[in-house]
């Protein structure tokens, strides 16, 4: 029995380039989204997920009752980030999440890199989690495409077509749990 493996060049080839245009637009972000700094929240504020408390921040009509409230770096850095000696405790992400509607998985695997840069806020802490998405959810469209078609060039088209749209651009780039989601 050969259990040796054809390597795909042309599906490596397709993935790497796809990386490399995800890198860059991820480079290029310079500001966040609300949602993705709530991303960093859920998974890593031990004070809870609102940026007030009793104050449900994710409700527009009650913005207005942030007004007037006065925060400083120190609090944003502390809704964000882990603090030191905090890391890999996952039981605030469970209370963080009582009132979303997201799976916890994506924010046990931030909170998990976040551990490891404990005080530190920087979207390439997100990066690495969206781009082992991206690369499972490419290979699995692969798979299954090839059920559908008995043409390779056909498989591929299907990971050229998703993996540089602008839906899968977004989703990698964009620090939320979307890219772990359709992986």
Same mark, same amino acid.
């Given at each position: 029995?050969?259990? %040796?493996?054809?390597? /795909?060049?042309?599906? @490596? ?7 490399? #245009? ?5 480079? *290029?972000?310079? +500001?966040?989204?609300? +949602?993705?700094?709530? $991303? ?6 031990? *004070?809870?997920?609102?940026?007030? +408390?009793?104050? /449900?921040?994710? *409700?527009? /009509?009650?913005?207005? &009752? &942030? ?10 850095? /502390? ?17 963080? #999440? ?36 991206? @690369?499972? &959810? ?15 060039? #056909? ?10 749209? &602008? ?8 620090? %939320? $749990?979307?890219?772990? *989601?359709?992986?």
């Amino acid at each position: 029995m050969n259990f %040796r493996h054809k390597i /795909d060049y042309k599906l @490596i080839f397709i993935v790497l380039v796809n990386l490399c #245009l995800i890198t860059f637009y991820f480079y *290029q972000k310079t +500001d966040f989204h609300g +949602d993705e700094i709530f $991303s960093f929240a859920h998974a890593n504020s031990r *004070q809870g997920p609102y940026l007030a +408390d009793g104050i /449900d921040s994710f *409700q527009e /009509d009650r913005h207005h &009752l &942030l007004y007037g409230h006065t925060f400083t770096s120190a609090f944003f850095n /502390d809704y964000v980030t882990v603090k030191s000696g905090h890391g890999f405790d996952y039981e605030p992400i469970i209370s963080n #999440l009582a009132a979303g509607v997201h799976p916890p998985f994506y924010y046990f695997i931030l909170h998990t890199v976040s551990s490891f840069v404990p005080e530190t806020f920087s979207k390439w802490t997100a990066f690495p989690i969206n781009l082992v998405a991206f @690369i499972f &959810l490419i290979f699995f469209l692969y798979k299954i495409s090839r059920f559908v078609f008995e043409d390779k060039n #056909l498989c591929y088209l299907c990971v050229i077509l998703f993996g540089f749209s &602008l839906a899968a651009l977004n989703m990698a780039v964009f620090i %939320r $749990s979307y890219m772990l *989601q359709a992986m």
